[in-house]
């Protein structure tokens, strides 16, 4: 079956240095990925998509990369802030229309 | 504009009680999707609509759930009867075609007791 998997454990970093956060997919090939960022009590909010034929995306100090061939997906935040903080999911589509999102990692930065 | 429009924002009902949620998708967009949160189980896709059209209902996790599009500007879950196990956050969510992001409602906080 198709899965979604990122890492459950929190990920905790200090200010300043560089998060990296990880969606490994299994059984299926999307052709593109997109992130996001929940913050406790409201909606996901859309941040980057990134697409079969593209490597690297950014997006001020986010970047995010996407390797169909190990079908694995990583997403960098660069000079992390406390304002960072947040739960951040990724979410391949399946079947093109429908994005199916990953359980999530929170992601806590320590002044 | 003022993003995805969910209602009510916190519903508590006792077992077998109808619950329906309500949602406002941004003006233009044309697909609709509706979400469930649990710590369990994260996101859940439960239906989703192009056009109106129910295109999706897989996720759908009994009859005892039905969902609606009457018009492009809104929507309905509905739960009948509900029960314990329906706790959970229901998101909204609406976007612009394929491959677009998309824009979550702020959710419905439902507790059946």
């Known amino acids: 079956s198709q899965k979604i998997e990122q890492n459950s454990e929190a990920l905790n970093i200090q200010e300043g240095k560089t998060a990296t956060l990880t969606c490994n997919y299994t059984n299926y090939s999307p052709a593109y990925l997109q992130w996001y960022r929940q913050d406790p009590g409201r909606g996901p909010v859309f941040l980057l998509l990134i697409r079969e034929n593209e490597k690297e995306k950014r997006k001020e100090r986010l970047k995010v990369t996407f390797d169909t061939t190990l079908k694995q997906s990583l997403f960098h935040i660069t000079a992390s802030q406390p304002a960072d903080s947040a739960t951040y999911l990724c979410?391949?589509?399946?079947?093109?229309?429908?994005?199916?999102f990953g359980t999530g990692t929170r992601l806590q930065v320590f002044p | 504009d003022a993003g995805v429009i969910q209602s009510p924002r916190h519903e508590v009902t006792e077992m077998g009680q109808e619950v329906t949620l309500r949602c406002k998708p941004i003006s233009g967009h044309d697909y609709l999707f509706w979400y469930r949160q649990t710590m369990m189980r994260g996101l859940e896709l439960l239906i989703y609509f192009n056009n109106n059209v129910p295109i999706d209902d897989s996720g759908m996790p009994e009859d005892r759930f039905s969902a609606k599009m009457p018009n492009a500007s809104f929507s309905t879950l509905k739960i009948q009867p509900s029960e314990p196990r329906d706790s959970a956050v229901y998101f909204c969510?609406?976007?612009?075609?394929?491959?677009?992001?998309?824009?979550f409602g702020s959710g419905t906080r439902l507790t059946v007791v």
């Open positions: 979410a391949p589509p399946r079947n093109t229309d429908k994005l199916i």
């Open positions: 969510a609406s976007s612009l075609g394929q491959a677009s992001g998309y824009t």
